[in-house]
């Protein structure tokens, strides 16, 4: 089987286009959404729209419990503030009622799936050092888990000797590691490569690729001045950080 698996699209519905159109080339029988629909970029509504109509699973993302007003705002930095308040006053009840009811984790006979970390998926713990992955390793039990939250598409591994961190673009997973796997962001990447991430993986190769996608930045960040969004989350877009 073949699973596509993306996160963090962030109301970017150019760059969710292009991911789903490269998606459509790639023979996918799933595709997960690990969180993130809304917050920072312009078209939530339709972002959510097309993720409900295209994804098998969609799990629940800090912006998308704030959006809905299920979290709290207050440890967001300003302009994440700033595009929430925005989100929340464009929300139609439909998408929001849909945010309400996202669950937290997903998991399938080999794998995890969480917005953020295995060990409490409602309290968005960052996963960025191998120190972090080697605590999450002890809350899961599958081979892999996958998680999106910080931006960055990064491989965690772990043997009976070591946990390293992984920047390969194609990595076989083999029988003697587990796997914490983040599969960067489709709206709003931070590797200091603007162009949207996602993954595929293949379980029968058992094989997961990365997939790095060209969309038409200028437009989003039209729409982007046109809702009137913060200039510094323009910006970033156009540099991925
Ligand atoms: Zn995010």
């Given at each position: 089987m073949r699973v596509a698996i993306i996160s963090d699209i962030h109301s970017n519905y150019v760059s969710l286009e292009a991911v789903f159109c490269d998606i459509d080339q790639q023979n996918v029988d799933q595709i997960i959404c690990l969180g993130d629909i809304v917050g920072y970029g312009p078209a939530p509504n339709e972002c959510v729209d097309l993720v409900r109509e295209r994804a098998d699973v969609c799990l629940m993302g800090n912006h998308d419990a704030a959006a809905a007003g299920l979290d709290s705002i207050e440890t967001f930095n300003v302009f994440a503030k700033d595009a929430i308040l925005w989100t929340q006053k464009v929300l139609t009840e439909m998408t929001r009622d849909y945010l309400s009811g996202l669950p937290f984790v997903h998991t399938s006979p080999d794998a995890v799936y969480v917005?953020?970390?295995?060990?409490?998926?409602?309290?968005?713990?960052y996963i960025v050092s191998v120190y972090d992955a080697q605590n999450q390793f002890l809350h899961f039990g599958a081979q892999v888990c996958f998680v999106g939250h910080t931006h960055v598409g990064v491989i965690f591994v772990q043997n009976q000797f070591s946990h390293k961190i992984s920047r390969e673009k194609t990595r076989e997973l083999n029988q003697n590691e587990r796997y914490i796997i983040n599969v960067g962001a489709v709206g709003q990447p931070r590797d200091y490569d603007s162009a949207a991430s996602y993954g595929i993986w293949d379980t029968d190769s058992n094989k997961f690729v990365y997939r790095r996608i060209e969309y038409d930045i200028p437009q989003t960040q039209f729409q982007m001045e046109q809702a009137g969004l913060p200039q510094y989350l323009i910006e970033r877009l156009g540099d991925g950080r």
């Amino acid at each position: 089987m073949r699973v596509a698996i993306i996160s963090d699209i962030h109301s970017n519905y150019v760059s969710l286009e292009a991911v789903f159109c490269d998606i459509d080339q790639q023979n996918v029988d799933q595709i997960i959404c690990l969180g993130d629909i809304v917050g920072y970029g312009p078209a939530p509504n339709e972002c959510v729209d097309l993720v409900r109509e295209r994804a098998d699973v969609c799990l629940m993302g800090n912006h998308d419990a704030a959006a809905a007003g299920l979290d709290s705002i207050e440890t967001f930095n300003v302009f994440a503030k700033d595009a929430i308040l925005w989100t929340q006053k464009v929300l139609t009840e439909m998408t929001r009622d849909y945010l309400s009811g996202l669950p937290f984790v997903h998991t399938s006979p080999d794998a995890v799936y969480v917005h953020s970390s295995p060990d409490r998926p409602e309290e968005w713990n960052y996963i960025v050092s191998v120190y972090d992955a080697q605590n999450q390793f002890l809350h899961f039990g599958a081979q892999v888990c996958f998680v999106g939250h910080t931006h960055v598409g990064v491989i965690f591994v772990q043997n009976q000797f070591s946990h390293k961190i992984s920047r390969e673009k194609t990595r076989e997973l083999n029988q003697n590691e587990r796997y914490i796997i983040n599969v960067g962001a489709v709206g709003q990447p931070r590797d200091y490569d603007s162009a949207a991430s996602y993954g595929i993986w293949d379980t029968d190769s058992n094989k997961f690729v990365y997939r790095r996608i060209e969309y038409d930045i200028p437009q989003t960040q039209f729409q982007m001045e046109q809702a009137g969004l913060p200039q510094y989350l323009i910006e970033r877009l156009g540099d991925g950080r």
